[in-house]
C-alpha cells in the first residue's frame, strides 16, 4: 500500500473516532441506562436537546400498566420551585412534554416512577438538563458539520506528513485553513444564529466553549502556516497544530455552551412586581 493511501486511512480512522467521541460526550447527547422497579425493568433515554418551537417530548416505556410517572422540572439558574406534570399512559408508554423555552433555554427535570408502595426516580443520581434551540436548517448544517469534519481529517493528514520522508505541507496546510475558517468562523456563526439568536458568544463577547475552541484551533494553524517559512523543522509546527486540534476537537460539542440565565431575564417583572 502506498504511504499516502496510508495516511489517508490513518487520518479518516482518526476523524471518525473523534466524531462519535465529541458527539457521545457531549451535553446534549441523550442521557440513558436501565434500572427495576421491582421486577419490572425499565430502560429510558431523556432528551436533553430540543429543536424548533414543540414541547419537548418525555417518553418511558414502561409494559407494566400499574406503574405510573410523574416529571418534575424547573427552569435552570432560576428560582423556581419544582413544578410536577403527570404522564399519561399511551400503549407500553408513559408520556408528557417539558414546556417550549426560548434559544439557549435550559430546563433541569427528572422522572418518578411508581408502582404500588415502590418508586424510582430517573436518572439516578441528579438531574437531566434539556437546552432548547431554534430550528436550524437541514442544508445548513450539513455544510458546517462537513467542512469541520472535513478541517479534522485535512488537519490530520497534514500532521502526518511528518512521518513522510519527502513532506509536503504546504497545500494540505491551506486547505486545512480553509475548511476550518469557512466551517467554523462563516458557517458555525449562521448555525448560531438559527439555533440561539446569536452570532458569536465567544471571546470576546463571551465564554461559549465551542466558539472559543474553533478560533484556537485555526489560530494555531495560521501559526504553522506563518513558521512552514520561517522555521528549520516546519514539520514540527504541522504536527503541533495537527495535535493541537485533535486535543481540541476532544472536547464535547456544546460545553459552555449559549445559556439563558433567567434570574436576570426574571429581575424586570420582580422590579415591576415590586412597584406596584
Partial sequence: MKRVILYWIIAFIVTAVSAVYQRMTGPTYPMSGKVHLGATPVSYKLLRSQGGTEDALVSIPVDDSIVSGVVEWKRLNSDDDWSALPMMRTGALLETRLPHQPPAGKLEYRVLLTKGEQRVVLPEEGVAVIRYKGDVPTLILVIHVFAMFGAMLLSTRTGLEFFNPDPHFKRLMYWTIAFLAFGGLVMGPIVQKYAFDAYWTGWPFGSDLTDNKTFLGLVGWVVALLAL????????????????????????????????????????????????
Fill in 229 to 276: 517559512k520561517r522555521s528549520q523543522s516546519p514539520r514540527i509546527w504541522a504536527l503541533g497544530a495537527s495535535i493541537f486540534l485533535f486535543i481540541i476537537y476532544l472536547i464535547p460539542h456544546s460545553v459552555l455552551g449559549s445559556e439563558i440565565d433567567y434570574r436576570k431575564l426574571d429581575q424586570p417583572t420582580r422590579v415591576s412586581e415590586t412597584n406596584k
